[in-house]
């Protein structure tokens, strides 16, 4: 999972200096902050003096001390708006405020280095005349995210007071999110609870890792209840109680039980029908991406506040790997 809020406001933001944040170079610091923002972006933002260190500007190597105080006046996206392109979109829900997509697996949801195009914004750019501006030109609409290759329910705001409500629920942590994922391996209990900070990634940058202790680092809650297990797999129903970088996918990576095809944390891209049912020489791919889906969402509505659950169908590549496994495994 990779979720994160887009600022409600152009207000500056204010972050405190820690214990565990002593030392740390101002541009690291913010970049734990404020992922949305590319290390460039934010470097230069320190550059043109709208990031201060105890209303001091300052450089972007400064090592911070703890007890200071970082304000920061997030740095504007680039200018350029996604080209609206004619790709379908599949909608669970729409209103006048807000609006529910089913995004498909291999659709990286706003524009960044090497995915101009094929994008959730530039879709949405082509069927709605009218979408919030809060995120940015770039990410018209856009609240939260989920990764390219997760597939399920996103919610998009066509207003501004629409935006900035859903934002402040996943700030205050009061939409609850409900995902679906096929891991290998099998939990020991029917529910639990992951409770285990996530930070960077020591030397690969895209990827994230339990990591007590660091600056980068923030508490990560996951709930789970296996639904059903097979022989060497499990298919696994999710609760994040937080919505940190690729949380789902690093919290069941470490708990031992991977989610089915992740590159980045189990290690392989793709999982075949020889492994499914043991015969070693069928290669056929039966899934190329990770086995996650956001099934569920629920939100109080930002202009009725009636509680509003919407749920994204099990996309047919899953259901396909679900099916294999009732007669295989």
């Known amino acids: 999972m990779n979720e994160a809020v887009s600022n409600p406001d152009d207000s ?19 970049a734990a902050r404020l992922p949305q923002y590319s290390r460039t972006n934010l470097r230069n933002a320190i550059v043109a003096g709208t990031v201060t260190v105890d209303g001091v500007r300052t450089k972007v190597a400064y090592r911070l001390v703890e007890g200071q105080q970082v304000s920061v006046t997030v740095p504007e996206m680039p200018r350029e708006s996604p080209m609206p392109e004619n790709i379908p979109l599949d909608l669970l829900y729409e209103d006048d ?20 195009s094929g994008t959730l914004t530039s879709a949405l750019a082509f069927h709605f005349q009218s979408l919030s501006t809060v995120g940015g030109p770039t990410r018209p609409g856009i609240v939260h ?24 629920q996943f700030e205050t942590r ?53 639904h059903r297990r097979y022989i060497g797999f499990s298919w696994l129903t999710l609760f994040p109680k937080t919505g940190r970088t690729h949380q789902i996918r690093v919290h069941l990576a470490h708990a031992g039980w991977p989610v089915v095809s992740d590159r980045l944390y189990a290690g392989h891209s793709q999982i075949t029908l020889g492994e499914i049912n043991r015969k070693r020489n069928d290669d056929s791919v039966v899934l190329g991406r990770q086995a996650l889906h956001a099934q ?19 996309p047919d590549d899953m259901a396909g790997l679900v099916k294999l496994l009732e007669e295989h495994r």
Not at 97 to 116: I, R, S
Not at 152 to 159: E, Q, S
Not at 200 to 225: C, F, L, W
Not at 298 to 305: A, I, S, Y
Request: proline share 7%; net charge neutral.
């Open 12 to 30: 500056p933001l204010s972050f405190p200096v820690e214990s565990d944040d002593a030392g740390v170079r101002l541009d690291v610091f913010l």
């Open 97 to 116: 405020h807000v609006v529910a997509v089913n995004k498909p697996p291999n659709m990286v949801v706003h524009p960044a280095k090497g995915n101009w």
């Open 145 to 168: 995210r989920l990764d390219r290759d997760t597939s399920g329910v996103i919610l998009v705001a066509k207003t501004d007071v629409a935006h900035k409500h859903l934002a402040k």
């Open 174 to 226: 009061t939409i609850r999110k409900q995902y679906m994922a096929i891991c290998r391996g099998v939990p020991d209990r029917d529910h639990d609870r992951i409770d285990a900070p996530i930070g960077m990634h020591s030397h690969q940058r895209e990827k994230m890792t339990i990591r007590e202790g660091h600056s980068t680092s923030r508490d990560a809650i996951t709930e789970y209840k296996v």
């Open 296 to 314: 569920k969402i629920t939100f109080d509505h930002p202009v009725t506040g009636d509680s509003v659950s919407i749920e994204a169908p099990i």
